[in-house]
């Protein structure tokens, strides 16, 4: 049972949407991939612990504030067995892994070790399980989920879960019997009670409405979407065909998110979509999502 489903915060959100239509524009471009790149990786996880059959909670993208340092878990699984912590790593490449350190093969580059961000995270954690005077068995795993993700010299390690080892992972919990009980219930609610939500992290960079690409752009991988047939569009890259009149509202959603000082008239949003559809097509899905304000040339849509 998913307890705590992730969300994507609005300010992550916001530089999502404004990512895809400014690369060039965009200073913080590569942090944003790499978030969005981590983001993704870790949705791929959830649809798997989505299939498990055991009696378990689930709690996604938790962010707790533990003796005053913040505590974020990817991904938190309780079963009868107890509390299993999840760090989601979405690499993608050939590592190496020497002298405690995780490496990029090709250019001897060192990337932070999620070893010792884990250690980090279950300390915390324990500290909080000590606080709310709980004791569950803990245990936590680094989940390499990408397939095209290979680490040489890796040492034999329980924490490491690596894409041919999931399957295997995941039938473990699923063989587990015994059902939770009131006390397991009742640390889940609490954890996502001690929740902190939304916390901005990452600020925005300044952009404006004439710089940024006016196109149409997939809700989903965030790929630029192609006109196929009638009403038809496709995404190449999740291979994913969406109706016109939800390619604009998606574009719509994304305006309202970066420009929430402008008004939403149908001549802005044929712009913004780049012109790709009629504007009888626009104030069509405009007049079924919003309210029409206003009259005749000053009307706008909220
Ligand atoms: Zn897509």
Known sequence: MIIKERELSTQLKKLFALDKRSKLLNPQTNSIEYRMKGYKGECQFDALIRTLKCDCLVLNDLMLRVNGQTCQIDT??????????????????????TEEKLKILTTN???SNPVHQLNRTTNLFRQLMQEQKVSFPLSAHIVFINNRFTLFQAPIAEYFIFPTMLSHHLMKLNNIQKSLNQSH???ADMLKHLHIADVNYTSLPDYNLEDLKKRNFCKVCMSELEHSHGRIWKCRDCNTDIVSHKVILDQIEDFRLLFSDKKLKTGTIYDWCGKAFSKKSIRIVLSKNYELKGQSKASYYE
């Open 109 to 111: 580059k060192e990337i």
């Open 76 to 97: 938190l699984v309780i079963t009868s067995k107890g509390v299993t912590i999840y760090e989601v790593k979405n690499y993608e490449g050939q590592f190496v892994y």
């Open 185 to 187: 219930h009742r640390f």
